[in-house]
Antibody, heavy 119, light 109 residues
Framework: QVQLVQSGAEVKKPGASVKVSCKAS????????ISWVRQAPGQGLEWMGW????????KYAQKVQGRVTMTRDTSTSTAYMDLRSLTSDDTAVYFC????????????WGQGTLVTVPS | QTVVTQEPSFSVSPGGTVTLTCGLS?????????PSWYQQTPGQPPRTLIY???TRSSGVPDRFSGSILGNKAALTITGAQADDESDYYC??????????FGTGTQVTV
């Protein structure tokens, strides 16, 4: 069965960086993209960006452009999301989701990773 | 900056029908936006309900249906049940590998 398992919760200081991992199993990793979505406490879902696992191409939301880098390691079927220059506004649960490119939707989700940046 | 708008909240009686909508701050939603819908309960990741406007994801009950109504995407729950009480989000594909989440609707049953 398809599973996306994310790394554990993180507490970071303002100005630091965080790297969240998302390990995929149960399917051929290179045949789907991965999108990253975050949710601040009590707020809605926000799409952050997407990585084409096959070729590594990426697209980022304007709001995080310049601070985020999405990468993948096909040898371990793991996707990564690196967010720099953290502020308290980046406190959120971060989800990875399998991205079905042909129909532009997300069909499987990771369990979420809480990143806390104290103000 | 594209804004995807949803009703903040809806209340529906058990067994009733409710239609949630998903619109664009400027322009109309069409099938080319590949509207998808997600259900989320507190502390859980989202669950995929509908994709490509009206295709139900595997295992989703047929009381959930998707459509285009006028210039918006719509999610209809027919015969609402207590465990449908959740937050619902739409996503629109805007082209160039960009997706945008709607503001979300809290449904009370």
């Amino acid at each position: 069965q398809v599973q996306l398992v994310q790394s554990g919760a993180e507490v970071k200081k303002p100005g630091a960086s965080v790297k969240v991992s998302c390990k995929a199993s149960g399917y051929t990793f290179t045949t789907y993209g991965i999108s990253w979505v975050r949710q601040a406490p009590g707020q809605g879902l926000e799409w952050m960006g997407w990585i084409n696992i096959h070729n590594g191409n990426t697209k980022y939301a304007q709001k995080v452009q310049g601070r985020v880098t999405m990468t993948r390691d096909t040898s371990t079927s793991t996707a990564y999301m690196d967010l720099r220059s953290l502020t308290s506004d980046d406190t959120a649960v971060y989800f990875c989701a399998r991205d079905v490119g042909s129909t532009y939707h997300f069909d499987y989700w990771g369990q979420g990773t809480l990143v806390t940046v104290p103000s | 900056q594209t804004v995807v708008t949803q009703e903040p909240s809806f209340s529906v009686s058990p067994g009733g029908t409710v239609t949630l909508t998903c619109g664009l701050s400027s322009g109309s939603v069409s099938t080319s936006n590949y509207p998808s819908w997600y259900q989320q309960t507190p502390g859980q990741p989202p669950r995929t309900l509908i994709y490509s406007t009206n295709t139900r994801s595997s295992g989703v009950p047929d009381r959930f249906s998707g459509s285009i109504l006028g210039n918006k995407a719509a999610l209809t729950i027919t015969g609402a049940q207590a465990d449908d009480e959740s937050d619902y989000y739409c996503v629109l594909y805007m082209g160039s590998a960009i997706s945008v989440f709607g503001t979300g609707t809290q449904v009370t049953v």
